[in-house]
């Protein structure tokens, strides 16, 4: 029985070959130890409890199924040395008068007194101290937004003045966005457990660092560099890549833009474009798109696979015919940073850059 032997050899030969093609090698595992003493070499030697901050910047990437390699652990570490040089809740010079400012300024837009706002900071707060006693002796944003939590929840006119509004936006060793942070929050699960608030969470090590990492590292982008992350990383996901498109509509159009990474204006309507989108619409007619098309695939530049619209792809072959050259598909957004905080005239690009070079410094071996 020749054709039967043949058959059963030709079946087990195709099982065979299905299995080795449908299976895909996994990737060896990942020894915790090894992964946190690999963090520990590129953090500072004189950072302390270095152990910890390894501990919990391997807890970050494996919670978020991103690998502990060199390039995302420096990249994590240089932010944090950036925004706080590695501290967990940083001192802000001035801060007391920050926010005094910030208070008068909301006093002011409510119409409210400032005799009367200066009479419920005289009030006790809960810790025992009076709200004024506490403001003149804020230190760190933690001191401040808790001041503030404490304020909206038990003055009476607390709620009037801020509602749910703590002036206090970034916080944690990578000063990190709280709103973001909450919003990640709801999306994917906490790998701690939460007793308090996100907001309280943000202001930890762990907390800080998972969702700074989060912020980070935790989308796809279309970049060949991390440099366009970090400048992600202060402007909002995909401004690096939305610059470059502004680019593009720049030389396609002849209109000058600005580069900041904001393709639409929230909240305006189909007849109430942006500069953006009327310098795109001046191309109409070379696109083969109309207003609403034009405006569904710029509002994909939120979210990723921007760059696989119709609209990306014919602006850049109109730019680029123009300029007989390749364009750039990422660039640093052109913005000015704007907080009490920053008494300097510093920019996107800047912040970009000087993370970047920590970033390469530690690659290389140098915390």
């Known amino acids: ?135 003149s002796e804020a230190k760190t944003e933690k001191d401040l937004s808790d001041l503030f939590e404490d304020f909206i929840g038990m003055v009476p006119m607390g709620k009037r003045l801020f509602g749910d509004l703590n002036p206090v936006h970034t916080a944690g060793p990578m000063q990190v966005g709280i709103e973001y942070a909450e919003q990640h929050a709801k999306e994917k699960r906490y790998p701690y457990p939460l007793t308090g608030s996100v907001r309280d969470e943000v202001f930890t090590r762990r907390g800080g660092l998972y969702f700074g990492t989060a912020h980070l590292l935790d989308y796809r982008a279309p970049y060949s560099e991390m ?24 030389v396609a159009s002849r209109t000058s833009l600005a580069l900041d990474g904001d393709l639409l204006i929230e909240g305006r309507s189909l007849s109430e474009p942006g500069k953006t989108e009327q310098a795109v619409r001046k191309l109409r007619p070379r696109l083969d798109l109309d207003d609403r098309e034009i405006r569904e695939d710029l509002e994909q530049g939120r979210r990723e696979g921007f760059e696989k619209t119709r609209l990306h792809a014919r602006v850049f072959e109109l730019a680029e015919q123009k300029k007989a050259q ?42």
């Open 227 to 250: 440099l366009f992350r970090f400048a992600d990383y202060n402007a909002g996901h995909y401004a690096s890549r939305n610059a470059a498109f502004q680019n593009a509509v720049s």
């Open 326 to 367: 390749p364009l750039p598909r990422a660039m640093l957004p052109k913005i000015r940073l704007q907080s009490p905080k920053i008494t300097r005239n510093l920019t996107t690009e800047w912040f970009a850059k000087r993370v970047n070079d920590r970033y390469q410094r530690c690659l290389a071996g140098k915390p």
């Open 1 to 135: 029985m020749i054709l039967p032997t043949i058959a059963r050899i030709l079946a087990a030969a195709a099982a065979i070959a299905l299995v080795s093609c449908s299976s895909t090698p996994r990737p060896p595992a990942i020894d915790p130890d090894v992964a946190r003493a690999g963090i520990v070499r590129h953090l500072p030697p004189k950072l302390d409890n270095r152990e910890a901050w390894a501990a919990d910047i391997f807890m970050a990437l494996e919670s978020l199924g991103l690998p502990p390699t060199d390039a995302n652990t420096c990249a994590v570490i240089a932010v944090a040395q950036q925004e706080s040089t590695l501290r967990v809740n940083p001192t802000v010079p001035g801060m007391p008068a920050i926010a005094r400012k910030e208070i008068e300024t909301r006093a002011a837009s409510h119409h409210i007194p400032m005799l009367l706002v200066n009479t419920a900071l005289s009030l006790s707060s809960p810790n025992g101290k009076t709200y004024s006693t506490r403001l």
